[in-house]
C-alpha cells in the first residue's frame, strides 16, 4: 500500500514512520512524506494513496485547507495536538483522529478500523458518499435547554449568539441579549456543535458566524472579533493566533 503523511516536524515523520515499519497490519510498499501545504496539493494533483496521515497545523497553513483547492477522497487519520478540530474532519473520509502524543497501540486501533473499513464496505460505494455519511451521522446539537429562574428554556442554535467561559462556569449569550449558565464545558460542547455555524475561536469563545459585527485585523497574528450583542465580560475578544486562518476562512464560507 501507498502511504503519504502530511507533517512539517521531522522528529514526528520519523516516529511515525518507525512505528509504521514495525506494525504487521498494513503492509506499506512505498512512503511519500510532504512537509507543506503546497507539496501536498502538488502532489494530489497528480497523484493518489491508499492512506494518508495528515497533520493539521503546518508551517505554510492549515491542511484543512487543502480541501478548498483539490478535490481529495482518500482515507485519512488525522494526527494533531489540538482536539477542537475533531468535529470538522469528519467531513472528510476521517478514518481517525489521534492527539499527540499518541502511542503505537493508539496507531494499531486506527489501521485495524482502517482494514475493517477497507475489506466490509461495498466498493461500489465511493470514498465520497462514505464522507457524506460521516457528516450526515455527526450527533449536532441543535437546541440547548438552559435555566431560566424556576423554569427551563430551550434555546434554538441560530438564536444563541456565542458560549463564553468565565470562572468554572460556561454561559450561552442569545442574540436578544439574554445570558444564562449552561451545564457543559467549553472543550465538550465544541464536540457537539454544527461546524458550519459555531467555531471555537480561543480558549473561552465558541462564537455563531451571524454573532460577527466586525473583524479588526491588527496584525496578521492579531485579529480581533467584535459580537452582537457584546459580551458582558468587559474584554475584548481576540481569535487565537493557531487558529486565525482557519477561522477567517469559515467566516468567509
Not at 103 to 112: I, N, P, V, Y
Amino acid at each position: 500500500m501507498k502511504i503519504a503523511i502530511l507533517e512539517d516536524e521531522l522528529l514526528a515523520v520519523n516516529y511515525l514512520k518507525n512505528l509504521l515499519d514495525s506494525q504487521n497490519i498494513v503492509p506499506v510498499t512505498e512512503t511519500v512524506v510532504l512537509r507543506s501545504k503546497k507539496q501536498a496539493v502538488d502532489f494530489f494533483e497528480k497523484n493518489s494513496a491508499d492512506l494518508i496521515f495528515m497533520d493539521i497545523h503546518l508551517g505554510d497553513g492549515m491542511s484543512l485547507e487543502i480541501f478548498e483547492q483539490i478535490e481529495l477522497f482518500a482515507p485519512i487519520i488525522f494526527i494533531t495536538a489540538f482536539d477542537e478540530y475533531a468535529m470538522r474532519v469528519f467531513r472528510h473520509f476521517t478514518i481517525d483522529y489521534l492527539l499527540k502524543p499518541f502511542e503505537e497501540e493508539d496507531l494499531h486501533k486506527a489501521l485495524q478500523k482502517f482494514i475493517s473499513i477497507r475489506n466490509n464496505f461495498d466498493p461500489e460505494l465511493t470514498l465520497k458518499s462514505i464522507s457524506s455519511l460521516h457528516q450526515g451521522n455527526a450527533d449536532m446539537m441543535k437546541r440547548f435547554m438552559v435555566r431560566d429562574g424556576n423554569k427551563l428554556k430551550s434555546i434554538d442554535e441560530h438564536n444563541t449568539a456565542y458560549f463564553f467561559a468565565s470562572g468554572k462556569y460556561l454561559f450561552l449569550t442569545t442574540k436578544d441579549h439574554q445570558t444564562y449558565i449552561y451545564d457543559d464545558t467549553i472543550k465538550d460542547i465544541i464536540q457537539k456543535l454544527n461546524p458550519d455555524v459555531f467555531f471555537k475561536i480561543n480558549r473561552k469563545f465558541i462564537i455563531n458566524k451571524e454573532a460577527v459585527s466586525q473583524i479588526i485585523k491588527h496584525s496578521s497574528q492579531k485579529v480581533e472579533i467584535k459580537l452582537s450583542p457584546e459580551p458582558e465580560v468587559n474584554a475584548d475578544v481576540f481569535i487565537s493566533k493557531m487558529q486565525i486562518a482557519e477561522c477567517l476562512n469559515w467566516l468567509n464560507s
